[in-house]
């Protein structure tokens, strides 16, 4: 435990930031899960699942939580499996 006290006021708001971009990596995780779901079962909700996906990667993306590489990087792959459902 730290002594300084500029380190203890950092640790806390380092712990309430953690908990905060938990919670938005969580959300994201589970919309790009129910997008996947969608597309493996075929449903007709599965464009809309995955443009919920794609805004919860872009709003993780912009906040810093994730990189925008991997935001971009998942949203490509979405998009091309989404496509390949279409097309069969």
């Not at 500029?6 to 908990?19: C, F, G, T, V, Y």
């Not at 905060?20 to 075929?42: C, E, H, M, S």
């Not at 909700?45 to 925008?68: C, F, P, R, T």
């Amino acid at each position: 435990m730290a002594n300084i006290k500029s380190q203890i006021k950092r640790n806390k708001q380092n712990e309430k930031k953690r908990l905060q971009n938990r919670v938005v990596r969580g959300a994201t995780r589970v919309a790009l899960n129910k997008a996947r779901i969608a597309i493996k079962d075929q449903q007709d909700s599965s464009e809309e699942m995955v443009l919920k996906a794609i805004v919860a990667l872009d709003k993780a993306a912009q906040k810093g939580i994730i990189h925008k590489n991997n935001a971009a990087r998942k949203k490509s792959r979405l998009m091309k499996k989404l496509a390949a459902l279409k097309q069969a």
